[in-house]
DNA sequence: TTAGCTTATGCTCAGGATAAGTATAAGCCA
DNA sequence: TGGCTTATACTTATCCTGAGCATAAGCTAA
């Protein structure tokens, strides 16, 4: 950035770079959320960029419908990743990476494909709390940061590391805010807790649970999940991850299942109603146990009605 | 991306592309929010992407500190840009944009720079409603989109775009909703109504008021004001752009400069303080019209007490 | 047939947040 | 001193939110 406006002339060659773009892909099933991955579950889609399509967006639309067989409702950008030396180690690798959040449904996988759908709960374990707290928070996670926090240099920073500790994951009668996720991997990463972190230099004994990934696909991973656990409070992108007709308490194990919390049902219901985001199709849930509830769809004509917010996860404190 | 996944090796010659950064900085001064430009006042700084340093961002700063002499205080990622045909016409530029938001002070720009402070609402004057909503929105911009509305080749397809501009606009009795403004401006500019839309169709007699700027500069403006405008209200950004002290009414001032329109002064001052964002130095401001006021400085301890929110713009009516 | 389990759905209630307004204080200047 | 301006304290009505109670409607096993 300390060059001239655009307009002057620069040696192209000078200026080369590759990119690379990486998508992550969301799907829920039986209210687990899922992610497409490739390489046995260690990375996710990813391929050079190309500039055969109008916009980066449309090209991802296209690869992803050829490979799941089904249109990708919701694309949205995440990042663009650049800093040096992120792959790893060795000198800057002169690439970026663009990357994308998209929602779709699981459904058909391409046979061909080398592509799988795997649990993302699988890569942060820690961040499920919908059974309450993960029992490795507390056992693992915590104790472990907290001998991190304590190697520090001075009694200062000491303290400052334990508060961000406390903040980030929820210590000491903090809430809990699921939506804190990347700066939780970050912050493991900076403690050498995360293989990515440790990658050469051994000492796997302290690590932490948590499926691991090839370069840093698993931070682009937790800033899609972040991205995600805050836009379905404030714009109705749910719907995209659901079938056509779904009951509420479906559509409430979705949401829970992206924000890794339990919500409260009646309070969910009332804000699904009173914002009427959804209407009754007419039809009843049948095969289920307990009464039967009645089946709902998205109402697409909020979207034009008016600028519409998102479920505002109505929390439960059990 | 239709790419194989990116183990497999690609002839980087057939990837080579370029990038650029595009950085929108942003500064309130008496109450007027500005941003830099060059290129007198018709471009964004932008300069090519270099890997010389850590990352991104830590370029950007570098840049931004040697230009003002001010340490840049918040800066984030905004979007990368590279959309093909996005500065007009001939065949893809196999060029990709990367662009920041970074909040700073006026201040001095050192003297030998092209750069400049130029007010944000000259490239967007029907977003300031700080005076209620401008002529211009009803004069002008209203009948134009209708007859663009009118336009559409069926009575569907003509509601609906009428009711999506009546939606954006805030027309017909909706609300003005200020975090619409990339929106606005992309209605705009699919109505030709903006000079960039037009480059050499010519037809300005048409168009609506408001500078332009070359390439998708504006675009990219109007990305980094709506970020900052859904920002402020969750997180405590707008002290990056304030000087060390000040008193509530100059804070509730850079708020709705940025915002665009007026808050309720004694709710303003509520949330300030039940939030614990700022406190009093025990000075009072001098040479001020009415009452003195006290003065205030941000509480940097909120940030590692707890996960803080930001200005939640007690609207007001008026 | 019915008790007991499960999920669905309707309704109430208290506390807190919000929007708006009233009232008073404290400077200055003509 | 009256009138103007801005600062600051308080009040009020309304809406939103979290939480819980109660009942409905299916099923299965005793």
Redesign the interface.
């Known amino acids: 950035?300390?060059?001239?406006?655009?307009?002057t002339k620069?040696p192209?060659s000078a200026?080369?770079?590759?990119?690379?773009?990486v998508?992550v892909l969301v799907a829920v099933t039986d209210g687990e959320p899922k992610i497409m991955t490739?390489?046995n579950a260690a990375?996710l889609?990813?391929?050079?960029?190309?500039?055969?399509?109008?916009?980066?967006q449309s090209?991802?639309r296209?690869?992803v419908e050829?490979q799941t067989g089904h249109p990708l409702g919701y694309v949205e950008?995440l990042?663009?990743f650049?800093?040096?030396?992120r792959t790893g180690d060795g000198p800057?690798p002169?690439s970026?990476s663009?990357s994308y959040l998209g929602l779709t449904r699981e459904d058909q996988l391409a046979e061909r494909a080398?592509a799988h759908w795997s649990g993302w709960y699988d890569y942060f374990p820690w961040e499920d709390h919908r059974a309450g707290p993960p029992a490795l928070l507390t056992k693992l996670l915590m104790p472990r940061l907290r001998a991190w926090a304590k190697s520090a240099p001075s009694p200062t920073l000491q303290r400052?590391r334990w508060?961000?500790v406390a903040?980030t994951f929820g210590f000491e009668d903090?809430?809990w805010?699921e939506e804190?996720i990347l700066q939780r991997y970050e912050l493991l990463f900076e403690a050498a807790l995360i293989p990515e972190a440790v990658r050469e230099s051994g000492n796997a004994a302290t690590l932490v649970p948590g499926r691991a990934m090839t370069?840093d696909h698993r931070r682009i991973l937790a800033t899609g999940i972040a991205r995600l656990r805050a836009k379905i409070k404030y714009r109705p992108v749910v719907f995209e991850l659901m079938p056509a007709e779904f009951t509420l308490l479906q559509l409430q194990r979705s949401v829970e299942a992206l924000a890794g919390r339990l919500v409260h049902k009646q309070n969910f219901r009332r804000l699904m109603e009173q914002q009427q985001l959804v209407e009754e199709t007419g039809a009843i849930a049948t095969e289920t146990v307990g009464r039967p509830a009645k089946l709902f769809r998205f109402r697409h004509a909020v979207l034009?009605?008016?600028?519409v917010a998102g479920t505002k996860l109505p929390l439960s404190r059990t």
């Not at 950035?1 to 307009?7: D, H, L």
């Not at 200026?15 to 773009?21: P, Y």
């Not at 889609?45 to 980066?56: A, D, T, V, Y």
């Open positions: 950035m300390a060059g001239p406006p655009r307009k620069v192209d200026r080369a770079i590759t990119a690379d773009l998508a490739i390489a990375a889609p990813s391929g050079p960029f190309e500039f055969k399509h109008r916009s980066l090209g991802l296209a690869w050829a950008q990042y663009t650049a800093d040096r030396g800057a002169h970026v663009i080398e400052e508060q961000r903040i903090r809430e805010n804190l370069a034009a009605e008016r600028a």
